[in-house]
């Protein structure tokens, strides 16, 4: 199956999809094949408000535009709500929606929204220890001084409000953090730890563990994905190599690591046996990531031949084993995502990310399109 041909199933489900939630959006599937739904009560709405913007991008459908609209309408209110917005995944919300509008649209009101987001962000930064808290309120016992790897995905949203506004406040908290991740997450081989604690009274290192993983030292497959795709664009946004030589390294190890089929389990260092779940959504991810990485790497970099060969085995395995292809019984685009084993939430299901950068693949791929995370 081509490019175009995916694109294309994407958008039938979509339209579907666009019935089918109305008002709602969709987390993750609960066994059924069917997307469970909710307002605005989390950290995934954006990833749908994402899926309706690409489409449009591609297919400059107004039944989509209509439909990607009204999420960014939905986004407004629950800013003027302040509806659950105390968290790190305010980048995740807000670039793949209000910017993303801007990106698309150039709608003033929109840029002006995705500011304020940025705004929200910055009120998660921590002085002491230097990093943008994950979880949790001010001074929690537990997370008070808390980061984890898929915050890289949110400081595009810190980046960008610099080059906006000229307040370089927004891009050098998020420099410090990205340091901070690079120094504390990322191991000496390349794998990476979830998450990791500091003291909030002196800001000293405590120590690495997991949320998500298999274990506290073990590599959680999705968040080595947002490791590579994060330092690529800490890298496009700063031009310092050490983010670009991060991304490759950990690029690497999660190339290396996968199985037969090119497609991750959950977990690189659990038992891998056929019961294990797979999580497509990582490898969705994973290829969003080389395909910025390679943006960056010279035409004679002997690497751009391996990573180019990783981006066509891994899609051509989500393609052919894992891509519902426009199933109308189906509401997502990749079987076999997983959300959290270890919590034994949806650990074999359709996860609305997964989805969200399959089709950011399938569109960096057919036309050029990068998503939502910087201007294009």
Request: charged fraction near 25%.
């Amino acid at each position: 199956m081509n490019w175009k041909s995916a694109i294309e199933h994407t958008l039938s489900t979509t339209r579907l999809n666009i019935k089918r939630f109305g008002d709602s959006f969709p987390i993750v599937s609960l066994g059924d094949g069917k997307y469970h739904l909710t307002d605005h009560t989390g950290w995934t709405e954006g990833f749908w408000s994402g899926i309706l913007w690409l489409s449009y991008e591609y297919s400059k459908d107004p039944e989509i535009h209509a439909a990607a609209i009204q999420t960014v309408d939905s986004f407004k209110k629950r800013m003027e709500a302040e509806q659950e917005l105390d968290h790190h995944d305010i980048g995740f919300l807000y670039s793949l929606s209000a910017k993303a509008r801007w990106i698309v649209d150039k709608d003033e009101e929109s840029r002006l929204l995705a500011l304020q987001a940025a705004d929200i962000l910055m009120k998660r930064w921590r002085s002491v220890p230097q990093l943008f808290q994950a979880w949790g309120p001010e001074g929690d016992h537990d997370n008070g001084a808390r980061i984890i790897i898929d915050c890289l995905m949110n400081l595009p949203l810190l980046y960008w409000a610099t080059e906006q506004t000229g307040d370089s406040s927004y891009a050098d908290y998020a420099k410090i953090h990205a340091e901070k991740s690079r120094r504390f997450l990322v191991r000496g081989d390349d794998s990476s730890f979830h998450t990791f604690y500091f003291d909030q009274l002196t800001g000293n290192a405590i120590r690495g563990g997991t949320a998500q993983g298999y274990q506290d030292v073990s590599t959680w497959t999705r968040g080595q994905a947002w490791g590579v795709y994060g330092f690529a664009l800490a890298y496009r946004y700063f031009k310092e190599p050490h983010y670009l030589e991060t991304s490759i390294r950990m690029a690497r190890y999660f190339w290396e690591h996968l199985p037969a089929d090119h497609v991750a389990y959950w977990d690189f260092d659990l038992p891998q046996e056929d019961s294990t779940p797979r999580d497509s959504s990582a490898s969705a991810i994973f290829v969003c990531g080389l395909l910025e990485l390679l943006e960056h790497l010279p035409e004679d970099d002997p690497q751009r031949a391996l990573f180019g060969e990783a981006v066509e085995k891994s899609m051509d395995s989500l393609l052919n084993r894992y891509f519902t292809a426009g199933s109308p019984s189906e509401e997502g685009f990749l079987r076999h995502g997983s959300y959290s084993v270890r919590g034994n939430s949806s650990p074999d299901d359709f996860m609305i990310w997964g989805d969200y950068f399959f089709l950011e693949a399938l569109l960096r791929l057919q036309k050029g399109v990068p998503g939502y995370w910087y201007e294009h």
